[in-house]
């Protein structure tokens, strides 16, 4: 138990959780990238560059502009994506990907906040057909998520409907507050990005998790507690009465074995091409 969360009577109260960095170790939306390559979503070219996305995002994490290439980059790659193959491949593939990769301090948080009698609500950029299955996965009672344009035959569109971030995030737990009765004084917000500061602002206890550079500043600044959250574990591995031993260190590892396999491939397609060329 990490004994940050205190126990709270009425009135009703919620902890809002960013999800990726956060309560798990990558990007959700990038982890499915090789699921949607066997598929037949996305080409080897496409399914590269997420992989690329998805180390970058592991090494540095992601600023505004980042995050605004990223966005306008997986809209026009879903463009033309059948809805429900989505839901089924994100469904096939769900706890070999995401089960993994759950920090165990945020699943005993959100354990903490559950038998506090707090609703907790994933709060996430990723599209909603990712999104609501992890949250489903993690317990939560409420999911907040990007949403994209659905055409009449079934396939997005590659036009955004409604996006979750910066802001608007901040804007849609005022929004739950209202219609859920929260009192946002006494909820908590988690988040590890500069981006999720006006989410982190609009409640009474917000926390720093993972936090990229500039967040850390900012917590620092404003007195905001921090936590470090190291320890991805299976859900069903989870065994309160052990400590389980950090491991950045192999996360790392797998990050910079991914982006040398892609730049091995990428060599590799290369000196194809050339010889090739040469051989004509």
Request: hydrophobic share 40%; aromatic share 8%.
């Amino acid at each position: 138990m990490l004994g940050v969360v205190e126990n709270h009577s009425l009135p009703r109260t919620a902890a809002f959780f960013d999800l990726d960095k956060t309560v798990i170790a990558k990007s959700s939306t990038l982890t499915f990238g090789k699921s949607f390559y066997q598929g037949g979503l996305i080409n080897r070219r496409a399914a590269l560059r997420t992989a690329y996305a998805q180390f970058v995002f592991l090494t540095g994490g992601a600023d505004h502009d980042q995050m605004e290439r990223m966005r306008k980059y997986l809209s026009a790659l879903c463009r033309g994506w059948n809805v429900q193959q989505v839901k089924e491949i994100v469904a096939e593939t769900l706890h070999d990907l995401i089960d993994p990769i759950i920090y165990d301090e945020a699943a005993s948080l959100i354990e903490e906040h559950h038998s506090a009698g707090r609703d907790v609500v994933i709060v996430s950029t990723s599209g909603a057909e990712v999104v609501e299955p992890i949250g489903e996965l993690l317990g939560a009672d409420r999911v907040v998520a990007t949403r994209m344009v659905v055409g009449d035959d079934g396939c997005f569109t590659g036009e955004v409907e409604y996006y979750a971030y910066g802001p608007t995030k901040a804007e849609a737990i005022k929004e739950l507050a209202q219609s859920e009765g929260y009192d946002l004084d006494r909820c908590y917000a988690y988040s590890d990005s500069a981006t999720d500061v006006p989410m982190l602002q609009s409640v009474g206890h917000p926390y720093a998790v993972n936090p990229d550079r500039t967040l850390r500043r900012e917590a620092l600044a404003r007195g905001w507690p921090i936590l470090d959250f190291n320890r991805p574990v299976r859900l069903k591995q989870r065994l309160p009465t052990l400590s389980v031993p950090p491991r950045p260190a192999l996360v790392m590892a797998a990050a910079v074995g991914a982006a040398a396999a892609t730049a091995g491939l990428v060599w590799y397609a290369s000196r194809r091409r050339a010889a090739t060329v040469y051989a004509g």
